[in-house]
């Protein structure tokens, strides 16, 4: 058996484990640090050595101890057990003498003893040389920085483990833990619900307009402004009043087998019904091919399928009264217009068989035509009466008969004509004269031809007018109709678990994010 020096840093973590006192315990650990840290008076080269030197010696750590307390008591400010052997060495006293010691004991005997009852010491023992407790061999600077740097990365380690931990705890609370509640009410709580589609489109009636409206005729831009009146109306508060009074929207979604979050209370408001039908009514219209397409969830696939038909009825109702309206808003100047044409031709017309019956004949103008005609021909007979005569009286010895009739006849002739005078005088003045009445019945019959060509485009403008109006009816075509689903549509269990997932570690790392700017902010 032999006794080995225990110079190494495990010698002196014993020792600082065993020592007796609590001014031991401050010795051992100031001789620890100091021999894991280089002698402070770097810049004396000879010290250094000197230090070096003694380092390599081997000295335990009790004759360490030693020689600090007794540079102390010699008033030699050492600033290392090392230090404290080199600066007694220089001043001619040997630290390990037996006097030295036993003077040192002595004044340490009473506080040995007074720690007896506390603790027991450990000295240096003798061990074999065979154990596994041996110390280790002496470590040079560089060994000491590699255990230094060595102690420093397991600390580092350490709270890196610590951090992982601490960030683990905050996912599960902020992340993990929601995320769990979101995926068990969507896995075992939420209600199944079923959802049937339908995809209906808006046409316009064959035909083509006339200038640009023309080209859009037939396409899905000519209906884009009723297929989005259209959307608007099934998604609005109207189309969910009409599935109320018809199908009791409510009482459907107020049923008690249906999960507290998709159920509607039993005295919910307008509002609360009007959002719970925004979720399960989903409409959309694709402007590219005019479609609308419109998908309906409800707890069980009939019922869906049947607010689905209703909604589409709503839809062609919305579409045949938008049309309606803008047929009559196109007709009624038409028809105002027609209407009047034909008040005037018939008020044209009254007037000319008014005037036909006050004048009692069909044809005023023969008439004065006529007496004309026999005013011509008296003339005429008078004419030649009056040359018959004068023929007689050329005669020396005249026939007194012949002459006196000639005379007679011509005085005949000449009263037929003063009649037909005074009666042609009278057809042709006066305001209620034959040739006036005959004027007017011209005029009445040319006002009556002119609302004759009046009334006949009248016609014709409604006729157009018509056709334009028919040409933009709106027909409703439903391309994909409703079919009751086999299997439950909603919830989405997987989709709707990683998207809360999403949501809740964006949430976090945004939150995370803020608060690290403002603790730099807060430390700069």
Excluded: C
């Excluded at 105002?336 to 004048?359: N, P, S, T, V, Y």
């Excluded at 002739?413 to 042709?428: F, G, R």
Aim: net charge negative.
């Amino acid at each position: 058996m032999t006794t080995k020096p225990k110079a190494s840093i495990y010698n002196w973590r014993r020792n600082r484990r065993h020592a007796g006192t609590e001014e031991d315990r401050a010795d051992a650990i100031s001789r620890i640090r100091n021999a894991t840290q280089p002698p402070t008076a770097a810049n004396d080269s000879e010290s250094n050595t000197e230090i070096d030197a003694i380092n390599r010696e081997g000295l335990t750590g009790r004759q360490l101890r030693l020689a600090r307390r007794l540079a102390q008591k010699n008033g030699l400010e050492a600033t290392s057990d090392y230090d404290a052997v080199r600066l007694l060495r220089q001043k001619g006293i040997d630290p390990f003498h037996r006097a030295n010691l036993l003077g040192m004991t002595g004044e340490t005997a009473q506080t040995e003893d007074q720690a007896k009852d506390k603790v027991t010491i450990h000295l240096p023992q003798t061990v074999s040389e065979g154990g596994k407790t041996l110390p280790g061999p002496e470590m040079s600077p560089a060994q000491r920085r590699e255990l230094e740097i060595g102690e420093i990365q397991k600390d580092i380690a350490r709270r890196r483990r610590r951090k992982l931990l601490a960030l683990f705890a905050r996912l599960t609370v902020f992340v993990f833990l929601p995320t769990f509640i979101v995926g068990f009410y969507f896995y075992r709580v939420a209600t199944p619900m079923y959802a049937s589609d339908s995809a209906f489109s808006i046409l316009q009636a064959d035909g083509g307009g006339a200038a640009f409206g023309g080209l859009l005729a037939g396409t899905q831009f000519a209906t884009a402004q009723d297929s989005v009146a259209t959307q608007e109306f099934l998604e609005s508060k109207d189309a969910l009043l009409r599935l109320e009074r018809d199908m009791g929207f409510a009482e459907i979604f107020q049923q008690d087998w249906i999960d507290p979050i998709q159920r509607l209370s039993p005295d919910a408001t307008l509002e609360e019904a009007y959002k719970l039908f925004r979720r399960m009514i989903t409409i959309g219209y694709d402007p590219s091919d005019g479609i609308i397409r419109m998908e309906v969830a409800a707890p069980d696939p009939q019922i869906s399928v049947a607010i689905s038909d209703r909604l589409l009825s709503y839809a062609e109702e919305t579409i045949n009264g938008l049309t309606e309206l803008k047929r009559e808003d196109q007709m009624r100047d038409a028809l105002d217009g027609f209407e009047m044409a034909q008040k005037e031709r018939r008020r044209a017309q009254e007037d000319l068989i008014e005037l036909q019956i006050q004048g009692a004949l069909l044809d005023p103008q023969n008439v004065i035509v006529s007496l004309r005609g026999r005013i011509d021909a008296l003339e005429t007979q008078i004419q030649e009466k009056e040359l018959q005569l004068a023929a007689l009286l050329d005669n020396r010895r005249p026939n007194q008969a012949k002459v006196d009739g000639a005379r007679a006849d011509i005085a005949r002739l000449e009263a037929v004509l003063e009649e037909l005078n005074s009666e042609m005088l009278d057809v042709s003045a006066g305001e209620n004269s034959l040739a006036r009445l005959s004027l007017r019945i011209q005029m009445a019959q040319a006002d009556l031809v002119a609302r004759d060509m009046m009334l006949q485009t009248a016609m014709q403008q409604m006729e157009t007018t018509r056709t334009e109006a028919n040409r933009k009816v709106r027909y409703l075509t439903v391309s994909v109709r409703p079919v009751p689903s086999q299997e439950p549509t909603y919830p989405r269990k997987f989709e709707n678990t990683i998207l809360a997932f999403l949501l809740f570690a964006g949430i976090y790392l945004l939150i995370s994010l803020t608060a690290s700017v403002l603790r730099e902010q807060v430390s700069s």
